[in-house]
């Protein structure tokens, strides 16, 4: 079987315009095979000289009517005996931001040569940017354009015979990409004061075999005698060994705000979006630490994984966050509760907000009540604009700026930290004043 292209630059042109003809993207397509345009004109052709042979009387008239009828009699019964399948290719079906993702259908037809006219609904969340209509397939390429799980398609394909007799509209089912946010540029990875019982890179307050010297002590009778302290040693009389730290790995919780979006009025940055890429940024931190990250999602419904170390937990922290977008609610009840087994004891937890909605300071008087001590990365969300010469609207945002500030008093007026975070710089700006001493303890 060969397939033939058909208009291939038509068809670009309708598929970037959105075209969803045959049908809307809604509805099903038509069901069974159809006269195309070619058997259209025949049949217009012979109509009007059968009813001009019977307007006129003339005869040779109806030699008119007799080349495309027999031409229709001779294409018809085989073309409507075709069959039409269809399979559909995605590479990749994860992928981040900016990424492409080529979708490639694949027809196979029993009736010989055909040619293929797609029409491409293109959904929110990635960009079309071109179709190729080649032998036997059509190839769409896209643009991720935001994160989250988007839909491409559904795709209509109108499937002519060779001779355009009969056309079949066969409707390629949307298939699903999963689009990773870019997670920003974070490197510092603040360690609370207490940390579990777990082999980590971080030095604790215990002591055990760790490369950090925090002493010496008296070697004891049967103890291997490993890096003698010298001058220790001589001054004391007696055999002194180095006391170094044990290394514990911390347990981090990144919980993300998506109680709603606030969109900068200037620059047009999603608050959503640049929590999640920042929160995304400081999970992949702590993991190249080797420390468990775990992730807590509020909005329409409470996500929730536990800490996890690795790559794997990378991936898995982002998967579970890509259905915020599809969470956001004002009606659900109880979402200011985060799950017990989502936030261990002695874990650190970063709760990232743009502090627009007041429902995520029942979440942080939650962990508070809990004897947690978060630590708030505000994210900023931009000031509403006000039209000049506005009394009123000057003095609703006057309002809106002292509730703010007020949120903020009251949060670190409760022992919580707040860093704000300034999109377009790197996040260990914004962590940089936890580095003076370990959260939840005294300065170093």
């Not at 012979?46 to 008119?64: D, F, K, N």
């Not at 079309?128 to 394909?157: C, N």
């Not at 966050?321 to 985060?338: H, P, T």
């Amino acid at each position: 079987m060969s397939v033939a292209g058909h208009r291939p630059d038509a068809a670009v042109v309708r598929a970037l315009e959105g075209r969803t003809e045959p049908s809307r993207p809604g509805s099903a397509p038509p069901s069974g095979p159809r006269l195309g345009e070619r058997p259209m004109r025949l049949l217009t052709v012979a109509v009007v000289a059968l009813g001009a042979a019977l307007l006129t009387g003339q005869a040779w008239l109806l030699a008119l009517a007799a080349g495309p009828l027999v031409l229709l009699a001779l294409a018809l019964p085989r073309a409507f005996a075709t069959r039409v399948e269809t399979a559909v290719t995605v590479e990749p079906r994860r992928c981040f931001e900016g990424d492409t993702v080529t979708v490639r259908i694949s027809v196979a037809h029993d009736g010989g040569d055909v040619r293929l006219d797609p029409g491409v609904t293109v959904g929110p969340g990635v960009r079309l940017d071109g179709v190729a209509v080649g032998a036997s397939t059509v190839t769409l390429r896209h643009t991720a354009l935001l994160w989250g799980r988007w839909t491409l398609g559904p795709v209509d394909l109108d499937v002519y015979d060779a001779g355009g007799t009969v056309r079949r509209t066969v409707r390629v089912d949307p298939v699903e990409v999963s689009v990773f946010p870019h997670a920003a540029h974070a490197s510092f990875t603040p360690i609370p004061v207490r940390l579990p019982q777990r082999l980590g890179e971080h030095a604790s307050a215990q002591h055990g075999e760790g490369v950090e010297v925090i002493g010496v002590r008296a070697w004891e009778p049967g103890e291997r005698q490993r890096r003698i302290h010298w001058p220790s040693t001589t001054r004391r009389g007696s055999v002194q060994l180095y006391r170094f730290a044990a290394e514990r790995a911390a347990d981090t919780v990144m919980l993300i705000d998506a109680f709603g979006d606030v969109v900068d009025p200037v620059t047009g940055v999603s608050s959503l979006d640049e929590t999640v890429r920042a929160a995304t940024g400081l999970a992949r931190a702590y993991l190249r630490t080797h420390d468990r990250v775990g992730v807590v999602s509020t909005g329409g419904t409470t996500r929730w994984l536990q800490p996890g170390t690795g790559d794997a937990a990378f991936y898995r922290i982002v998967e579970s966050i890509l259905d915020v977008r599809r969470d956001r609610s004002f009606q659900a009840a109880g979402l200011e509760r985060v799950p017990p087994p989502a936030l261990p004891e002695g874990a650190l937890g970063y709760v990232f907000t743009p502090l627009s909605d007041a429902r995520i300071l029942k979440v942080l008087r939650d962990l508070q009540g809990r004897g947690r001590r978060p630590v708030v990365v505000e994210i900023p969300s931009g000031d509403p604009t006000v039209e000049p010469g506005d009394v009123a609207g000057e003095l609703g945002l006057r309002l809106w700026r002292a509730e703010r500030d007020a949120m903020r008093f009251a949060l670190r007026d409760s022992g919580v930290p707040v860093l704000r975070h300034v999109v377009g710089e790197p996040l260990d700006l914004a962590l940089a004043p936890l580095l003076a001493g370990r959260v939840g303890g005294r300065p170093r």
